[in-house]
Structure formats: C-alpha cells, structure tokens
C-alpha cells in the first residue's frame, strides 16, 4: 500500500539490475509517464516509476545522462508532458548520501537472500528531504553495510511511515533483481488487517484507478486518468460500528489500501489524511470514545507476506503479529 510504491505491470517495465553479489551492478529500466503527471517534475515522477531508487540518486542519474527523456538528456526539474518514455541505463554504486545508525531491527525471518523485517509504526522507511536520518535504510546499513551497493539498502517495498508489519528486503544484487520481478509479477503476495469505521457485510474487490489529488500534494485520490489499481478485501470480524478487514493487493499504488477503503466509504480508523477526521459512534462508551481519540495513526498493519526465496526455490511465508496499539484497541473495540 502503501504504501507503499512498488514496481509493477501498471506503471512501465521498471529496473532490472544485473551484476554479481556484492558488487557494483548495471540498472537498466524503461517506463512511461501517465498522462495525470503532466506538469510534475522529471524526478519527481522517477522516484515513483523506478521506485527502488532515491530521489537524491535518480537526480544525479539525470544529471549524468544515464536517465533520458525520450532518448534526449534532460535535467531533474523538467516539467512533463505526459506520454514520454524515461528510460535508464546506470551503473548501480554506494549512493554515498545515507549513513548508518545504530536502530533496532526486528527480524521475522532471515536467509542468504533476504530479510524480513517487522517495521514497528512511526519509523519511517527511507530518508528524505524531510528526514534526513533514523530511519529503517540507516538502521538496515549499520546491520549490514553491503546493503549500501543496493537500491534503497535493498528494500524491495514500502510501508508508510505509520503502516506496521512484514517488509521484504533483499541482501544482494541477484536476490534484489528476482525479488522485484516477483513483485513485478504479482508473485510475492502482501497481506494487511485494517480496522475500518462501519460494518461490512461481504468482501469484495475494489478497481479504482489513482492519481494525484487535484489539490492537495500529499495525498492521492481516485481518478479516471489515474494508473489501475486494484484491492481485494474480505471480513476477519464484525464489531458494532467497525470492521476488521483482511485485505490483499494486486497492485501496489502510494497510499493504495487508504484510498481506496475511503473511496467505498469505509475509512481506516486513525488515518489522518483519507479518514475524513475523529467519527465516535453514537452511544459509544466512554472507553470506546478514549480508545479512538487516543489512536492517532492509521490502524493499518502489513500481516502477512509470502513470496518464493531466491536463495531456495521454495515459497516462504512470514506472518507479523498486530503491534500491541492495534491489539488493544480492537479489545477496547469488541468490549464496547
């Protein structure tokens, strides 16, 4: 969902990266701009089209010529038309611009491939111009620092900032290459619990294309000229004014579980940007009514993922049990 930003069928062919393990490999990637990101900057729409890269990098990737607009060089505040083809062609080093930071990690599972990690909410995922340290990429760097040679300190998806739960990451080139065709094939497969205000009767499945939101830069909306994006949704439990919701991604849009929960009308409890505010049920007990004032996140939680480990063949599946905020407000919830 996120959140996260993942590369998939919808959005153009993305990287692929080819090199042996530990070091430097090539990054090559062809992708087209949709129409609704006419007018955004080049390396604006990059970051989200070869999502496993930085935006400080990307830029530096145009600035070298080594990511062209229609085959011609161009720079990193060139504003888009919409239907030009970016296509990449870098060579993959230390991006030199993230350090390590001595940050707890919790590993649900481990092999010579790859790692899973359980991303508690409040940590964000890579540094940005806002936050330029403590976050999951400098902790994954101080753990292992040949993570560096990798996009993103070989992250293969994204959690928002407040989304907990299971988060794949790659230990090697060759891993970060198959895993990323995985996704890109919709074969590693990302599962989410949401507790969402009003009850559900039967799951179903939302296709709703998004894009930008027409007014406001941090968010995203349904739009007909948006990029495909689909969720499927079914009922884990009934409560008496909320629902607690299993859902699985076929694509992997920004913020694409939030928009599209607040589309059918069944915002994620806490979300501050798509919740549409603080809803207390009528009648609700005091407790309920503290329990859901005191939420002030997202209740949106990776729980499961399962996908095929390059270093074995064979598919793993990693579960990530719901923190321990989510947990009581549901108890608050089923009491009340």
């Known amino acids: 969902m996120i959140a996260e930003t993942p590369n998939d069928p919808g959005r153009g062919a993305g990287p692929v990266q080819a090199g042996a393990d530990g070091a430097a490999g090539r990054v090559q990637g062809e992708a087209t701009v949709a129409d609704a990101d006419a007018g955004r900057r080049l390396d604006q729409v990059a970051v989200e089209l070869f999502p496993g890269h930085s935006r400080s990098r990307l830029g530096a990737w145009i600035r070298d010529g080594a990511l062209r607009v229609d085959g011609l060089p161009a720079k990193p505040g060139l504003r888009l038309a919409g239907g030009e083809t970016l296509r990449l062609d870098a060579v993959l080093g230390p991006a030199g611009d993230d350090r390590a930071e001595d940050i707890a990690l919790s590993v649900l599972y481990e092999d010579a491939a790859c790692l899973v990690l359980d991303k508690p909410a409040g940590l964000t995922v890579h540094p940005g111009a806002g936050q330029p340290a403590g976050t999951l990429v400098n902790a994954l760097l101080h753990r292992e620092p040949a993570l560096a040679a990798l996009p993103r300190a070989g ?99 920004t913020h694409q579980i939030r928009v599209h929960l607040a589309h059918i009308g069944l915002p994620i409890v806490g979300d501050p940007l798509y919740g549409g505010g603080l809803k207390l049920p009528r009648g609700a007990s005091e407790a309920v009514r503290a329990a859901l004032r005191g939420f002030r996140r997202q209740a949106l939680h990776a729980w499961r993922l399962r996908f095929e480990s390059p270093a074995s063949g064979v598919e793993v599946q990693v579960e990530a049990p719901p923190p321990a905020d989510f947990q009581a407000l549901l108890a608050v919830l089923r009491d009340g």
């Open 155 to 253: 992250l293969v998806h994204r959690l928002d900032k407040d989304t907990s739960g299971a988060l794949l990451v790659a230990r090697t080139p060759t891993a970060h290459t198959a895993l990323v065709a995985a996704l890109q094939r919709r074969d590693v497969h990302r599962d989410y619990l949401a507790l969402v205000t009003g009850v559900v009767i039967a799951g179903d499945s939302i296709d709703a294309p998004i894009g930008r939101h027409p007014r406001d830069r941090l968010r995203k909306a349904v739009r007909e000229d948006g990029r495909p994006a689909r969720t499927h949704y079914r009922v884990r439990e009934r409560l008496r004014h909320h629902s607690l919701l299993e859902l699985a991604l076929e694509t992997g849009r």
